[in-house]
């Protein structure tokens, strides 16, 4: 990872390579930011930058051997630590023991996601965690004398997730590391760490991408289409791994739009014949999709009872939603809004227990057209 494969934060990326070139550099630093900004890239682009012989001015040069190692994440000076979790075979997980694992899933998403990565490695909705074991095994390696660069770089991602036998395991490494030796925190919950963590670090705070970076990198990808980059960037709210995903999500997004504009408006015209009919076609679409478009549905409304408030800011919608909203929402007011959630809420239930999808949105069809008018 190069500085420039980072997105936007052209400040903390300045911040970075002047603590190296005045010699500055912190033995333990913290990023700190929120999910999708690039922390953890920047985090790699720096450890490989110090660590390039040929580096230049603003960047790692991307070709010698030890950025070529850095790019595929195997160079024998780099430790990364992650929330890994227990299962059958391996009862004292380290991060050593899903590197295997790792290493393919952040070279495929350099913005990664913890439920992502939960969702990889654990079968059912698993909680990841850092254990003692992994400061073990840290504290070995850390203290071997480095294979051939110049700085061992320890990178922790997540360490609010370290159960507290570990962190404190791991205090005295982090206050005093072996000669040329970096720890490179970086964290999303900066309230969750023990204060003796944060104590050790030196606090860098990454901001969400700028809107305009956000565009260009959209931008910049290949194959997006019809994508209105604009609207996504503002709606990501400066999260890359939300941007791809609304990309990816797009069409679907689309549908389920169409489809709620078509409920609604047939149970405004009270319109039975084609509430019945469009219940048929919604009852084919199966019951993921299905379940999908009533989770649109209640965060749909949501949107439009605070487009009533008149607070742009709070709003997510698209450009599309929110042409349709500026007529729409001044039907779903107090005297309707906690019946029509109840009742997509129930419809949601319904749907996910396998009820009959005919029988469950006629009935949601004909309660909105009650609804709509109060
Ligand atoms: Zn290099």
């Known amino acids: 990872m190069q500085f420039q494969d980072v997105i936007g934060q052209h400040t903390i990326k300045?911040?970075?390579?002047?603590?190296f070139a005045e010699d500055r550099i912190p033995h333990a630093q913290l990023l700190v930011g929120p999910p999708g900004n690039g922390k953890l890239a920047l985090a790699l682009a720096f450890a490989q930058y110090i660590n390039c012989p040929n580096k230049q001015n603003d960047d790692s040069c991307g070709v010698c051997s030890s950025c070529r190692k850095y790019a595929k994440l195997?160079?024998?000076d780099l430790h990364f630590t992650i929330p890994v979790?227990?299962?059958?075979?391996?009862?004292?997980?380290?991060?050593?023991?899903?590197?295997?694992?790792?290493?393919?899933?952040?070279?495929e998403n350099p913005y990664p996601q913890y439920e992502k990565w939960m969702q990889l490695i654990a079968d059912e909705n698993k909680q990841g965690a850092i254990y003692v074991d992994e400061a073990r095994d840290l504290i070995r390696k850390l203290n071997q004398k480095s294979y051939e660069a110049e700085y061992k770089v320890s990178i922790v991602w997540l360490p609010e997730l370290m159960n507290i036998t570990c962190a404190n395991k791991i205090l005295k490494i982090l206050e005093e590391p072996p000669e040329k030796t970096i720890f490179i925190l970086v964290s999303e919950a900066e309230n969750k760490l023990l204060s003796t963590i944060r104590s050790r670090c030196q606090f860098i705070r990454v901001p969400k991408i700028a809107d305009e970076d956000m565009q260009q990198a959209?931008?910049?990808?290949?194959?997006?289409?019809?994508?209105n980059y604009g609207t996504i960037a503002r709606l990501a709210r400066g999260n890359y791994?939300?941007?791809l995903e609304m990309i990816r999500n797009d069409e679907v997004r689309k549908f389920n739009f169409n489809q709620f504009a078509l409920m609604m408006r047939n149970g405004y015209g009270r319109k039975l014949t084609e509430i019945l009919s469009w219940s048929e076609e919604i009852a084919t679409i199966g019951r993921v999709r299905q379940m999908g478009f009533l989770k649109y549905c209640g965060e749909f409304l949501r949107e439009n009872f605070i487009f009533n408030l008149k607070?742009?800011?709070?709003v997510y919608m698209d450009d599309h939603e929110n042409e349709f909203s500026v007529k729409f929402s001044p039907f779903i007011n107090e005297r309707n809004v906690i019946s029509l959630f109840r009742d997509f809420e129930q419809a949601y239930t319904d749907v996910s227990?396998?009820?009959?999808?005919?029988l469950i949105f006629t009935?949601?069809?004909?309660?909105v057209s009650k609804l709509i008018r109060l």
Do not use: C
Request: charged letters at 25%; hydrophobic letters at 35%.
């Open 14 to 19: 300045q911040r970075l390579i002047q603590s």
């Open 74 to 76: 195997i160079h024998p």
């Open 85 to 107: 979790i227990k299962t059958g075979s391996i009862d004292k997980p380290t991060s050593s023991d899903y590197m295997s694992k790792w290493r393919p899933y952040y070279l």
């Open 218 to 227: 959209l931008f910049d990808l290949p194959d997006t289409g019809s994508v």
């Open 241 to 243: 791994f939300l941007a």
């Open 311 to 314: 607070e742009p800011e709070l």
């Open 353 to 358: 227990m396998n009820g009959n999808a005919k």
């Open 363 to 367: 009935d949601l069809g004909f309660k």
